[in-house]
């Protein structure tokens, strides 16, 4: 992290879809974010007009069945945020504004991939400010079951370890590990989609889910075989997408985690669990400044660089 400023967009983007969940159209645009504002969402009305405003940090998430929500006491401002937020911290994007004019962020191929290329469009800048980190300096952990999540120390970044297990065929176990990193989370991460089963559809349409799913949005399992026509586009995607999950889940820490997160049987709930855990426990993190680069060495003065230490502050995420 030495020498990292914070970055936010060059130009303005937008992106367009339905709701997986909802399936209602909704427009996404993404705009240039002022220095230390983070993320922030706000939901706008037909004529551009902003109803509400929030920092996504941990205290904006009201719900997590099946996706991330995002809102405040008055009720949701927007659903499945998941994907976006994991493309935003995967391409180290500090401040953002997010206008959505609909309930739910498009899902469009059920990955991060159209995320990935919009930021790609509007071009990253960065600024003079150096970038704040959450160091997490002892381990975190919740247990659910037979399902965990724990965030622990660790000093090259962010870290994600995932394994799953399920009772199927075409999955069973699958594990990984991996440094996020901009170019790791678009080769590795990003394209993975989303994924579900043929046989829970009537029970999740019953409950009011997944009524904008599809085989264009959607990895979709039967008992034997992957029903979309072009089939994986990884051996073990679905565990590259609940590290997608993870990736997105986390950055509602507000500020880029140094730590590594291990996830075991995993999901939205439990990520937003072990957060919520460690911000709780104010002795087990703090905010951290990445330290400057060191000053180049003057030839012929025999004198060496000095690099003073980054600042560390307290408990803060606003």
Same mark, same amino acid.
């Given at each position: 992290?030495?020498?990292?400023?914070? &970055?936010?967009?060059?130009?303005?983007? +937008?992106?367009?879809?339905?709701?997986?969940?909802?399936?209602?159209?909704?427009?996404?645009?993404?705009?240039?974010?002022?220095?230390? *504002?983070?993320?922030?969402?706000?939901? =706008?009305? +037909?004529?551009?007009?902003?109803?509400? @405003?929030?920092?996504?940090?941990?205290?904006?998430?009201?719900?997590?069945?099946?996706?991330?929500?995002?809102?405040? +006491?008055?009720?949701?401002?927007?659903? *499945?945020?998941?994907?976006?937020?994991?493309?935003?911290?995967?391409? $180290?994007?500090?401040?953002?504004?997010?206008?959505?004019?609909?309930?739910?962020?498009?899902?469009?191929?059920?990955?991060?991939?159209?995320?990935?290329?919009?930021?790609?469009? /509007?071009?990253?800048?960065?600024?003079?400010?150096?970038?704040?980190?959450?160091? =997490?300096?002892?381990?975190?952990?919740?247990?659910?079951?037979?399902?965990?999540?724990?965030?622990?120390?660790?000093?090259?970044?962010?870290?994600?370890?995932?394994?799953?297990?399920?009772?199927?065929?075409?999955?069973?176990?699958?594990?990984?590990?991996?440094?996020?990193?901009?170019?790791?989370?678009?080769? @590795?991460?990003?394209?993975?989609?989303?994924?579900?089963?043929?046989?829970?559809?009537?029970?999740?349409?019953?409950?009011?889910?997944?009524?904008?799913?599809?085989?264009? $949005?959607?990895?979709?399992?039967? @008992?034997? #075989?992957?029903? $979309?026509? @072009?089939?994986?586009?990884? +051996?073990?995607?679905?565990?590259?997408?609940?590290?997608?999950?993870?990736?997105?889940?986390? /950055?509602?820490?507000?500020?880029?985690?140094?730590?590594?997160? %291990? *996830?075991? #049987?995993?999901?939205? %709930?439990?990520?937003?669990?072990?957060?919520?855990?460690?911000? /709780?426990?104010?002795?087990?993190? #703090?905010?951290?400044? /990445?330290?400057?680069?060191?000053?180049?060495?003057?030839?012929? %003065?025999?004198?060496?660089? &000095?690099?003073?230490?980054?600042?560390?502050?307290?408990?803060?995420?606003?």
């Amino acid at each position: 992290m030495k020498g990292a400023k914070q &970055t936010t967009l060059r130009d303005q983007v +937008a992106v367009t879809g339905v709701g997986v969940h909802s399936g209602k159209p909704a427009t996404l645009t993404l705009s240039p974010g002022d220095d230390d *504002t983070g993320i922030v969402f706000q939901r =706008v009305t +037909a004529d551009g007009s902003i109803e509400r @405003e929030i920092r996504a940090d941990v205290r904006a998430v009201t719900a997590t069945e099946f996706a991330t929500v995002l809102g405040d +006491a008055k009720g949701p401002i927007c659903s *499945t945020a998941e994907h976006l937020l994991a493309a935003l911290r995967g391409l $180290n994007v500090d401040n953002v504004v997010v206008e959505i004019d609909g309930p739910e962020v498009p899902i469009m191929d059920g990955s991060a991939a159209a995320f990935v290329d919009a930021l790609d469009q /509007a071009g990253l800048t960065m600024r003079a400010l150096p970038r704040r980190f959450i160091e =997490v300096l002892k381990p975190v952990r919740v247990a659910k079951g037979d399902a965990f999540g724990e965030l622990r120390p660790y000093e090259h970044g962010f870290r994600v370890e995932a394994e799953i297990a399920f009772d199927h065929p075409l999955i069973g176990q699958q594990a990984l590990a991996l440094d996020i990193e901009p170019d790791t989370f678009r080769n @590795e991460i990003a394209r993975a989609r989303t994924f579900g089963f043929m046989k829970d559809v009537a029970k999740l349409w019953s409950a009011g889910y997944a009524l904008g799913a599809s085989f264009e $949005n959607t990895l979709v399992v039967s @008992e034997d #075989r992957v029903l $979309n026509p @072009e089939g994986l586009r990884f +051996a073990d995607e679905f565990v590259r997408h609940k590290v997608l999950d993870a990736v997105g889940d986390l /950055a509602l820490a507000g500020l880029p985690l140094l730590a590594a997160y %291990k *996830t075991v #049987r995993g999901g939205h %709930k439990l990520n937003h669990m072990v957060l919520s855990a460690l911000m /709780a426990d104010t002795s087990a993190w #703090r905010v951290v400044e /990445a330290p400057a680069e060191p000053a180049r060495r003057q030839r012929g %003065k025999g004198q060496s660089a &000095t690099v003073l230490p980054a600042p560390a502050f307290g408990p803060d995420v606003s």
